[in-house]
């Protein structure tokens, strides 16, 4: 598998990463069981994925815990991101300690600001994760949902990014309208989160109201959904509209909704890595046939043509979640 490099960091990723943020099992994805985790770990090392995606704020630190057990004897295969969940200066060094005894390891691979906090100075931020690159616990420093104003504040600090983690799918390309080409103006490496949309991309739901609450409290979906505070009207129509005509070039492709979806993102151009939930060895078997099926280019392009309505519709605001926290 051809591997990536993340910004000016020279570390090189798989372009598929598995996306742990049900490890250890928990109120949002439900239980997951440690033998699931851990063959899967391995089954991905095996093929060549050498990218795991955690967060201290997963299921309470319970994710790295389970990537750590998982990954035992094998640490050195691995690429491990995780994220600081409050990039307050004063706590940044004992969460990132506290993050490696979960994770069993003496250094975190690339290190990112979950989601921008305008409490904390950006400057304070950078000057403590750039300390911990010098002491060497972690390798690369990232952040994760900056937006265009974010982000340039924290490239004027002088401090090298190596990866901003994004959501990016079918029904979600916000990031092409301005993020996606600042990142590739400044070598900062795309790791895309999302590409099934936490199962919508699948096919399996026909409707709104057959997703789970968490799953619905997205900006695609109406503000009365019960988990929902984007305040926005929606855009169900478009999306079901928008699934619909998906799974058509998937049945003409002869190949799953869901590999279609993950192909069609990994082959965008700047794009590093697009991080797949991955739940187990089946899920991550055929997850792994994107690496033998490239879309053709009139695919990419009906599949852009098709989902250009509902990117209209959303707009430019790449906060799938709340809508807010993204500038
Ligand atoms: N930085 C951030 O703020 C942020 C936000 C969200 C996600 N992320 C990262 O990105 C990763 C990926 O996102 P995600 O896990 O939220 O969503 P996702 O990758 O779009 O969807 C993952 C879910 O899809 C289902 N799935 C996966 N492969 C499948 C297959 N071949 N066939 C059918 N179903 C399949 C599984 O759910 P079931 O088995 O339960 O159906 C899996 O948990 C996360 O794990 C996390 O590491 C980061």
Request: negative net charge; aromatic residues 6%; glycine residues 10%.
């Amino acid at each position: 598998m051809e591997m990536l490099v993340c910004g000016k960091s020279g570390i090189e990723i798989s372009p598929m990463g598995i996306g742990c943020w049900s490890y250890g099992g928990g109120d949002y994805w439900g239980p997951q069981a440690q033998s699931d985790v851990t063959a899967v770990a391995h089954a991905a090392l095996d093929a060549g994925i050498n990218f795991f995606d955690t967060a201290e704020g997963y299921n309470h630190g319970r994710s790295e815990e389970a990537l750590g057990v998982a990954l035992k004897g094998r640490r050195h295969e691995a690429v491990i991101g995780t994220k600081v969940s409050t990039p307050d200066p004063a706590t940044i060094r004992e969460r990132c300690e506290a993050s490696l005894q979960r994770l069993q390891t003496d250094y975190v691979d690339i290190y990112m600001i979950h989601w921008p906090h305008d409490e904390f100075p950006i400057d304070e931020s950078m000057a403590e994760l750039t300390r911990l690159q010098e002491d060497g616990l972690i390798r690369a420093i990232g952040v994760s949902n900056f937006g265009v104003a974010q982000l340039t504040a924290a490239l004027g600090t002088g401090t090298e990014l190596a990866v901003n983690q994004l959501c990016y799918n079918l029904l979600s390309r916000a990031i092409e309208i301005e993020l996606l080409p600042l990142c590739q103006e400044h070598n900062i490496g795309i790791l895309g989160y999302m590409p099934l949309l936490q199962g919508l991309l699948t096919g399996k739901y026909k409707t709104a109201d057959e997703m789970l609450p968490v799953h619905s409290r997205f900006r695609h979906f109406r503000d009365d959904r019960p988990m929902a505070t984007h305040g926005e009207e929606g855009a169900e129509e478009e999306v079901f509209k928008t699934l619909e005509d998906i799974r058509k070039i998937a049945e003409h492709e002869q190949i799953p909704m869901s590999r279609l979806a993950i192909a069609w993102a990994m082959a965008k151009p700047g794009i590093t890595c697009m991080l797949v939930g991955t739940r187990n060895v089946n899920e991550l078997t055929e997850n792994l046939r994107v690496i033998e099926w490239t879309p053709s280019a009139d695919v990419i392009e009906s599949l852009d043509k098709l989902t250009t309505p509902l990117l209209e519709k959303m707009g430019a605001n790449p906060d799938y979640f709340t809508g807010g926290r993204i500038r």
